[in-house]
């Protein structure tokens, strides 16, 4: 949706989206806009709604405002009708004059792209309406992929947590990097992270991004096909995003995907310098944290932001990649030993040819090293002499030398788990199968909603870190949807092993016998933790495991339960 609101003066930090005037902004829109949506034909379909950009427009005494709402699209839902959207719009608003506190110019409305330059309602007098001058809507595309050596952190797949919003910032200024030399990068505007999946047990993470992108009657339609193979001769075959490695095979946009095997597009254009990417990471030990350095729009980051860049290039350019070094931003600051210290995330950039010599990580923290006293001293700034990493160099403190003194805390010990049941009432959709759809995500965020709690209060609750949903798939019988889960917890500080039947029989006692989750009905005997129902009668796992060796022989006129064949 985009609209013009005339009674809003536009203020310069309205063009920054990190901006507490931005979010403020945002927020009031966005709660007009549901109100509004909640009452045409798509009301009943789960409506949300974010504002992507506020324009400045006559000279800053209007505001351009650009929306993106989703709706739940399934088998019950009416195709979308942009022309009745709009003129319900209109009709609520009178003829699109005013949005509640807001005035709006009148002929300023489009949905989806759909415009009616002098719609006027049967109860309004016709008046000459004076021409506006026709602005491109927006559209928007998804791009999917897996990240093979960023292992999943509990908190990636909490919105807005620490850990989700420092390493969306270092995704999100990868991919647009990468957008912009594409072939949409002049109609190109952003890209933003909607979420991190755990993949391979957590020792991967999926992203989802949704990019979006400037679209009027001039511009041809998005071409994946060519946008993929964009992202493939940047990557070297979408094997590399520095300092990411790239699963090559999980490249999609907008669901277009080609098998690794196929050729790959081959640029006609001579090839030029390119730039390439990498982090460094350490941490300032005399500079407190505040709490303002989270906001990488506060003043107090940008200043942090500006003395830690200039120290950080002239150091740089002393290295193994000065010739070719050309920038570094701080991505996040984060807290560290309580506020008493804050750790640095940055992504330095540096041009790349046929006849640069391929990036040394381990050269660079060398000469990092070596210009900074042993890492220990930056400008005004004292370092953790152990906390430097370059591109993830080193993998571990032992990999460099370290002084005696030098502790580092025991790696926490993360064990999984898997929980497997069938839901009854719970129809099964192709896009309920498919990972990383609408319906896939909102459904796994009401799983996740009725099972942590449940977890939570079991024998491993204070250990419980979270559950996510694996895949949902079409049930053996019936017409239900069987859940398989992956749940996590902390096994350096379980006392005792897992013990997989009393986690059942608790699970069980919490769903009536294993029968409701929630609003959903469990088809009886089918959830498993680990793998296998456990019956043993209120007996430890130990004590229940001798009656496996024991063989029972006996007729029955009837069939037996299913769950004696597990």
């Not at 110019?105 to 008046?127: M, R």
């Not at 419980?464 to 694996?470: K, L, N, S, T």
Request: proline content about 6%; glycine content about 6%.
């Amino acid at each position: 949706m985009n609209f013009t609101v005339i009674n809003l003066k536009h203020k310069e930090e309205m063009k920054n989206p990190n901006s507490t005037t931005f979010s403020y902004t945002e927020r009031a829109f966005v709660a007009l806009l549901l109100k509004l949506l909640k009452k045409t034909s798509i009301g009943q379909a789960s409506v949300t709604c974010r504002v992507a950009a506020l324009r400045r427009l006559r000279d800053g005494d209007a505001v351009g405002v650009d929306a993106i709402c989703t709706y739940r699209n399934d088998s019950a839902m009416p195709p979308f009708d942009k022309v009745k959207i709009y003129g319900e719009i209109v009709n609520q608003t009178w003829g699109f004059t005013k949005i509640v506190p807001y005035q709006v110019e009148k002929t300023s409305l489009y949905v989806n792209g759909y415009h009616e330059p002098a719609f006027e309602p049967p109860t309004l007098t016709p008046s000459a309406m004076p021409s506006t001058t026709q602005f491109p809507a927006m559209a928007s595309f998804t791009i999917n992929y897996t990240i093979t050596n960023l292992m999943y952190k509990q908190g990636m797949g909490v919105l807005h947590s620490k850990v989700f919003n420092s390493t969306r910032g270092t995704v999100n200024l990868l991919m647009r990097q990468l957008l912009k030399k594409s072939s949409i990068g002049p109609q190109f505007l952003r890209c933003d992270v909607t979420a991190f999946r755990s993949m391979n047990n957590g020792q991967e993470t999926a992203v989802d991004n949704v990019c979006t992108y400037w679209k009027n009657s001039t511009t041809a339609p998005l071409n994946e096909k060519r946008v993929y193979h964009d992202l493939l001769n940047h990557t070297n075959g979408f094997t590399e995003m520095r300092p990411y490695k790239l699963d090559q095979d999980s490249l999609f946009v907008n669901d277009y995907h080609e098998s690794p095997h196929q050729p790959t597009f081959v640029p006609t254009t001579p090839t030029k310098p390119t730039s390439e990417d990498f982090t460094v990471n350490f941490t300032v030990t005399n500079l407190k944290y505040k709490s303002q350095m989270a906001n990488p729009s506060s003043s107090t980051f940008r200043f942090t932001d500006k003395v830690i860049v200039s120290l950080m290039s002239s150091i740089m350019k002393q290295t193994s990649i000065g010739p070719t070094f050309m920038s570094c931003n701080v991505t996040a600051l984060r807290s560290m030993d309580g506020g008493k210290a804050t750790a640095v995330d940055s992504v330095c950039t540096h041009r790349t040819n046929s006849t640069t010599p391929r990036f040394d990580r381990a050269e660079v923290h060398r000469g990092l090293t070596n210009a900074t006293d042993g890492f220990t001293k930056m400008g005004l700034y004292t370092l953790d002499w152990a906390s430097l990493r370059v591109d993830g160099f080193p993998e571990s403190p032992s990999s460099v030398h370290v002084t005696p003194a030098s502790t580092t805390p025991r790696t926490p010990t993360i064990g999984y788990l898997t929980i497997n049941c069938t839901f009854t009432n719970l129809p099964y959709t192709r896009d309920l199968g498919t990972r990383g759809s609408r319906k896939f995500n909102s459904t796994e965020k009401v799983m996740q909603y009725y099972m942590n709690p449940i977890l939570k209060n079991t024998s491993i609750g204070s250990t419980f870190i979270e559950c996510h949903v694996e895949n949902f798939r079409a049930a053996q019988t019936g017409n239900g949807v069987t859940m398989n889960a992956l749940c996590s917890y902390r096994k350096d500080l379980l006392p005792t092993p897992l013990d997989r039947a009393k986690v059942h029989r608790e699970m069980s006692d919490m769903t009536n016998g294993g029968r409701k989750m929630g609003r959903y009905n469990m088809q009886e005997n089918s959830l498993r933790v680990n793998g296998k129902t456990v019956f043993s009668w209120g007996l430890p796992e130990a004590a229940s495991a001798a009656f496996v060796h024991r063989q029972l022989k006996f007729s029955a006129s009837r069939s037996l339960p299913r769950f004696w064949n597990s």
